[in-house]
């Protein structure tokens, strides 16, 4: 007798499937779920501006209050032809393309803009559509956003999304199918500084305005324009935080246990007859024409006596940095500092809740995409993928190419990269140890031609790998007439003369000003190259010793560590790369506003100052900030590089 644990007529397992269809009819069909049906691929038409326009005008301006121009009808022609193919009116498809086009245009621009014009502005929003063009796994357009085969809903990536819907995790073998089928270049774009949207600050209307290209010649009014958006728009960060916000109740109904105590800032014309009472002030730090240190904010200034003031040196302080100074007004006019702080600074996420509609970088891709819990279900699959790829970020810090080190150094450093290519290579200035004049141009020429021939020895650099030349201060053609002093900030790129046998040998090249932004997926990098340590060690404002204590997080680290959070913290919380006076940090007014702004706080900051130390890597409120330091060691005797894993947000230095 067989066992009791056995049947005869037990269901035996499916035979696996092939992939090769049989005409077995005993053969079983594998799960509808396994066959990866790649949809109808859609044949794209021609519209005519005539045809489209009654429809376009119907939801354009009769339901979202939008004026339509003639060059932006003809972008969205081709658009729809492209996308929605010769059943566009039939299947309504045409007509709800244009809804979601109207929809997120809306959002990017904000109330302000209502004139849709066939610029970049259109067509950024359109290349934020073309995201779900072709999901990985052969998943069509509509559902490349669902929570595929092989991924789970989770919080790896921090939080749900809307409508319930969350990002996703991806086990091993998923991932390696979209990093087989996703080309991570084509979500990697390079912003100069000079095409960022100019969004100014609008305090009134407690909103950003959309303004007019930056320009290199601007007024004198442009100047006193700079101060007050900087102002503004950290005073309405300061007053968002806790301990600015005023209680929902009142006073005299709350229980005294509950009472809750906020702090109110007072302007400087609000001290006029109150002499003796202790204030909070916020405002800018700056030598008055007598040579007193005193603060300034839109409503006047006011002489400071900082000789009490309490030690802190969580942060410096300098002239051009905007502080709170909490003290008492004298009846001699002056006002004695008690406690100086620097302005708390606004998380990415939180900056998303108030001001997540807009595109500060001009790419297509909102600020809330960035932040698991806004976006929808576009941004889940951005963040997503973004996630899953294993692609890196090099940074090389001053690459003096005029030193015999530095060549034997980078082949060394090539070699070592050839087997596994990284996504992009940047190189910083200054290319030159002096500064380069008109008659030094030749053999600046030269040198960049030697690293051409240096690349063409690695092939599979030369085709993977995205590069990227930022100057310094001696490079051309502002070290032409500042002779190695800070040139204006953003500085030009690099001339396309110097540089045209490395495009030939390498198949993607970028020359880029200084500062300028990396956007990839959803996130948002910062690339800089400029001497910060010695200008604050120059310009600082003492106010008492350095304890590692006030600096906040690991107290027990070196001072190397405890150096870099201090200078981070600095930078972060004052909003931008430049917070000096112009006449110590040059900065060009107008371009100033968006180009050396940290506004929201980027996903990560690549800072190369080879003053701050042998490189490090800080983390500060979600944002991390890396310095690489110099590539050649001293004497030749090896290198240092950043590494920054786009995928999970961190870097770190590396070296031999």
Not at 88 to 105: I, N, Q
Not at 204 to 219: G, I, S, V
Not at 325 to 353: I, K, N
Not at 530 to 547: A, E, F
């Amino acid at each position: 007798m067989p066992p009791k644990n056995t049947s005869y007529f037990t269901r035996r397992a499916p035979p696996p499937s092939s992939a090769v269809p049989t005409s077995d009819p005993f053969e079983p069909l594998p799960p509808s779920s396994q066959l990866h049906v790649r949809p109808a691929r859609i044949l794209a038409v021609d519209i005519p501006p005539a045809t489209l326009r009654p429809i376009a005008f119907r939801v354009f301006t009769k339901k979202h209050n939008l004026t339509l121009k003639s060059d932006a009808l003809t972008v969205l022609c081709g658009f729809i032809g492209r996308r929605c193919g010769a059943a566009w009116r039939d299947s309504g498809s045409g007509e709800k393309t244009l809804d979601e086009v109207a929809r997120l245009w809306k959002r990017a621009e904000g109330a302000g803009r209502i004139l849709v014009d066939g610029g970049e502005a259109l067509r950024g929003v359109l290349r934020s559509m073309e995201v779900q063009k072709e999901a990985p796994g052969g998943l069509s357009r509509h559902n490349s956003f669902d929570v595929g085969e092989g991924m789970t809903q989770g919080s790896g990536m921090g939080g749900t999304g809307v409508d319930g819907e969350g990002d996703v995790e991806m086990d091993e073998d998923a991932a390696e199918e979209l990093a087989d089928q996703v080309d991570p270049r084509e979500y990697l774009k390079f912003v100069s500084p000079f095409e960022m949207p100019r969004l100014v600050y609008n305090a009134t209307r407690k909103m950003f305005e959309k303004q007019a290209k930056p320009n290199l010649l601007a007024p004198p009014a442009a100047k006193t324009a700079l101060f007050r958006h900087r102002y503004n728009l950290m005073h309405a960060r300061l007053l968002r935080t806790d301990s600015f916000l005023a209680p929902t109740y009142s006073k005299a109904t709350a229980p005294t246990a509950a009472a809750k105590t906020h702090l109110k800032l007072t302007a400087i014309s609000a001290l006029l007859g109150r002499a003796g009472q202790t204030f909070l002030l916020f405002g800018m730090l700056a030598h008055s024409p007598t040579g007193q240190l005193s603060l300034y904010d839109p409503s006047g200034e006011l002489p400071l006596d900082v000789a009490p003031c309490a030690p802190n040196n969580a942060t410096w302080f300098t002239p051009g940095m905007f502080v709170l100074l909490d003290g008492c007004y004298e009846p001699s006019g002056t006002f004695t500092v008690f406690t100086a702080a620097s302005p708390p600074v606004e998380r990415r996420r939180d900056t998303a809740d108030v001001h997540g509609h807009l595109d500060f970088l001009g790419v297509g891709v909102p600020l809330d995409w960035s932040v698991a819990p806004h976006g929808g279900r576009a941004a889940a699959a951005m963040r997503r993928v973004e996630h899953a790829l294993p692609a890196s970020l090099l940074v090389l810090g001053c690459v003096a190419l005029d030193d015999p080190h530095t060549l034997p150094t980078l082949r060394r450093f090539l070699t070592l990269h050839e087997p596994a290519p990284p996504l992009t290579l940047v190189l910083t200035g200054s290319f030159a140890s002096t500064p380069v004049t008109n008659t030094a141009s030749r053999a600046y020429k030269e040198r960049f031609d030697a690293l051409a021939s240096l690349f063409s020895e690695f092939p599979s650099i030369c085709a993977h790998t995205s590069l990227v030349l930022v100057p310094g201060d001696n490079d051309p053609w502002a070290s032409t007439f500042a002779a190695g002093a800070a040139p204006l900030w953003p500085r030009a790129a690099l001339p396309a003369e110097f540089t045209t046998r490395l495009r030939r040998a390498v198949a993607r090249v970028s020359a880029l000003p200084n500062p300028c932004r990396v956007s990839y997926f959803t996130s948002e990098l910062v690339i800089a190259r400029d001497d910060v340590l010695p200008r604050l060690q120059r310009n600082c404002v003492r106010m008492g010793s350095h304890t590692a204590a006030d600096v906040g997080g690991d107290a027990g680290g070196d001072a190397a560590t405890v150096a870099a959070r201090r200078i981070v913290k600095t930078l972060l919380d004052q909003a931008t790369l430049a917070p000096f006076p112009t006449s110590v940090r040059p900065v060009a007014w107008e371009a100033a506003t968006a180009g050396t702004a940290l506004y929201p706080l980027p996903t990560a900051v690549l800072l190369v100052d080879p003053a701050m130390g042998e490189g490090w890597a800080v983390t500060y409120e979600g944002c991390h900030v890396l310095n690489p330091g110099r590539f050649v060691k001293e004497g030749g005797r090896g290198a240092r590089w950043g590494v920054y894993r786009m995928g999970e947000g961190r870097g770190e230095v590396a070296g031999f």
